[in-house]
């Protein structure tokens, strides 16, 4: 969630400088790049995703013949140049401070995130009053996913798995269930919203969310009509969090249930990472 400029106050140690381009031999113009974009890319999750908005300036590139090889040579080299700045003796202590520093320029990359103590939270869908919050356990234990949810005020879990059973002992539905049951937030199980074995395996051979996300939805649409309006109900009751296992929102067919309840609620998205 977006956090207004003047309520940025980070910590700032000696001779601190978010815009810093000492210790390291790359141009001060390459490496501000650098940051900007890194910085985006972390509060997006989206590292592996590097064209427009991050490289607005590629197209006036075209005449060049070669395109994409010359976008591909770009994105090699800012993803080379932070890199570098996130291990840089000099400037790794301060990454807390360059995240919390950018926010106030995010939204100008068309990103609305904010860093938490347990994490990064983006709206990804703007809405009206409502909100539905989603997250994954992927790289999480149990304490984590608890502390991810409390910061934002969620009192419920839907865990959307078809089959909430998992390698982590953590997420297991009865040990699930249990450490919600402490924390104060009620544990939902709603198997009937999870994808199905076919798509999943479709999915894990082709590799292409995008075809798998459209056949989801059809499916849904189909087969899940008054499933997704008991789910409406619920997330307008009580702060509700979907819970499956990918980190990442836009990732997991979490994604499509809550795009479709939030299609019929107007409300907003609010992706925990």
């Not at 009865?174 to 939902?188: D, F, H, P, V, W």
Request: hydrophobic share 50%; charged share 20%; aromatic share 8%.
């Amino acid at each position: 969630m977006a956090v207004p400029a003047a309520a940025i106050k980070p910590a700032r140690g000696p001779g601190w400088n978010p815009l810093r381009c000492s210790g390291t031999i790359l141009p001060a113009n390459l490496l501000l790049m650098a940051k900007l974009i890194a910085l985006c890319l972390l509060l997006t999750n989206h590292v592996r995703l590097l064209p427009d908005p991050f490289l607005p300036f590629v197209p006036a590139f075209d005449w060049i013949g070669a395109p994409a090889a010359f976008q591909l040579a770009l994105q090699v080299v800012f993803v080379i140049s932070a890199v570098a700045l996130l291990f840089n003796p000099e400037t790794a202590p301060y990454a807390q401070h360059y995240l919390t520093f950018i926010q106030a320029a995010a939204p100008a990359f068309g990103v609305t995130a904010a860093v938490t103590e347990s994490g990064l939270v983006r709206i990804a869908r703007d809405g009206n009053a409502v909100t539905i919050y989603t997250i994954g356990y992927e790289r999480r234990d149990g304490e984590g996913l608890i502390s991810a949810l409390q910061d934002q005020g969620v009192r419920a879990i839907a865990d959307v798995r078809e089959r909430p059973m998992s390698r982590k002992p953590d997420f297991r539905a009865t040990a699930l269930r249990a450490s919600c049951e402490m924390a104060g937030i009620e544990y939902q199980a709603w198997p009937m919203l999870g994808s199905t074995v076919e798509l999943r395996e479709e999915l894990q051979a082709s590799g292409d969310f995008k075809e798998f996300a459209q056949k989801f939805r059809g499916h849904a649409v189909e087969s899940m009509t008054a499933d997704l309006g008991r789910l409406a109900k619920q997330v307008q009751k009580t702060p509700t969090a979907l819970l499956c296992y990918e980190r990442v929102h836009n990732e997991c067919h979490r994604s499509v249930i809550a795009d479709l309840v939030a299609e019929e609620l107007n409300a907003t998205i609010v992706a925990i990472q």
